[in-house]
């Protein structure tokens, strides 16, 4: 597919008072509140894209923390406190109804093949972890893999196009997945794993996109941010998915930036680092379900396509400079911990499983500056919440930019 022309959608409100006003259709809304003027330009474009200079651009280093400064929000979407208005959930309903049906054709029924002759029971929903895609360097991947806590599972279920540089979180025992990478171009399509199947929940929402940052909070899921096919090529917006719709929310924020590390942690959204228009941004930022915040903090160090994840209450980073680059988020300040981790790597997925963190794979980053290497990792390695250990469980091929969340 070529490129086209984008399609451009320009919405201005001002007004003092009077209810929100809710704008679009289908699972794509625009909800826009009284105060200062809202604007809405979300362009529409594909581009076929070949895999090698992705994977170089990718190689960029990002990913450092420090002071940055931001605008008050100038207006917001959503209400977690009150919920949807009445025409929200109307359109919420008629939505569900769509989805519903399409659930029907869209469902794809698996079965899981472990991928250890002495794989444990299921232990649990709060233990399993999904992981999707990802690319070797050289293609783009569209497995699915369950670790149970344990052991890695290969599932047989048919499930979204291949992909890299998709954005996964968990909302109300599923894992939503979203946008990324492939061979047809960036891709805003919206996939939930039930842990047997994956279900299309949307075609539409945030534009099409990848490396983009998702969290869970209050019930809702928030993105922020990630790249585009086009000038400056990164993107700053925030959107929010409540199990039906997609709704953008028009509040100042961090800037536009891709491949940013985000999880929650204590009833807050915390976004760190990334690479902007200008290259590496040295920021953290909070956001509480209605605005974001920049946080005055030390730096974790430069480190390309870090991982961030939350268990028991402790936020935890894993940078890119060495083995020793494992940080905690605790009081709104980074620590550094004195322990021995999985290795210098970049773009790694990481998830909390049980009371334990799951890290998988990632691009090697032999000299600890963003100076990766070709050979993609499959290792898997595990944070007991004092130590990294490696175990010899088979698994998933060799990966980075895979998508990875709890469910």
């Known amino acids: 597919m070529g490129l086209h022309e984008p399609i451009v959608a320009y919405v201005c409100w001002c007004w003092t008072s009077g209810p929100a006003l809710e704008l679009g259709q289908g699972s794509r809304k625009l909800q826009v509140r009284p105060g ?11 581009r076929a894209l070949p895999l090698v200079p992705l ?9 450092v923390a420090s002071l940055s400064a931001a605008l008050g929000p100038a207006c917001t979407s959503f209400d977690t406190s009150s919920g949807t208005s009445a025409s929200s959930s109307s359109s919420t309903a008629a939505s569900s109804s769509s989805t519903a049906s399409s659930s029907a054709s869209s469902s794809r029924t698996t079965g899981l093949t472990s991928s250890s002759a002495s794989s444990s029971a299921d232990a649990g929903a709060e233990t399993r972890v999904v992981l999707f895609g990802g690319t070797p360097g050289d293609a783009y991947l569209g497995d699915t893999w369950v670790w149970d806590g344990a052991t890695w599972a290969a599932s047989t279920a048919n499930g979204p196009h291949p992909r890299a540089s998709a954005a996964m979180a968990t909302l109300n025992g599923k894992a939503v997945l979203f946008g990324g990478i492939s061979d047809i171009g960036r891709l805003q399509d919206t996939w939930g794993w039930d842990g047997t199947s994956w279900t299309m929940l949307a075609a539409d929402g945030p534009s099409s996109r990848a490396q983009m940052a998702m969290a869970t909070l209050d ?11 086009s000038t400056p090529g990164v993107l700053g917006d925030t959107w929010t998915w409540n199990g039906s719709i997609w709704t953008q929310v028009l509040v100042a924020g961090p800037p536009a930036r891709e491949g940013a590390a985000m999880a929650t942690v204590n009833g807050t959204v915390v976004l760190t680092g990334g690479t902007g228009e200008n290259g590496v941004l040295n920021d953290t930022w909070t956001w509480n ?30 940078g890119t400079a060495g083995p020793v680059d494992t940080w905690v988020w605790a009081a709104s300040e980074w620590s550094e911990l004195s322990v021995l981790g999985p290795g210098a790597r970049q773009e790694a997925a990481m998830a909390p499983s049980s009371d334990t963190l799951v890290l998988f794979g990632g691009l090697p980053n032999a000299t600890g500056d963003g100076g990766a290497t070709s050979t993609a990792l499959g290792d898997t390695w595990i944070w007991n919440g004092a130590a990294w250990s490696n175990p010899t469980a088979a698994g998933p091929s060799a990966r980075f930019a895979a998508a990875m969340a709890p469910f």
């Open 55 to 63: 994977v170089a651009v990718r190689r960029l280093p990002f990913l």
């Open 289 to 318: 379900g209605e605005t974001w915040t920049p946080v005055a903090v030390s730096a974790p160090g430069f480190g390309p396509g870090a991982c961030a994840a939350t268990v028991d209450g402790t936020l935890l980073y894993y």
């Open 36 to 46: 200062r003027p809202a604007k809405s330009e979300q362009p529409y474009s594909f």
């Open 219 to 229: 019930g809702v899921i928030v993105l922020f941010g990630g790249s585009v096919d």
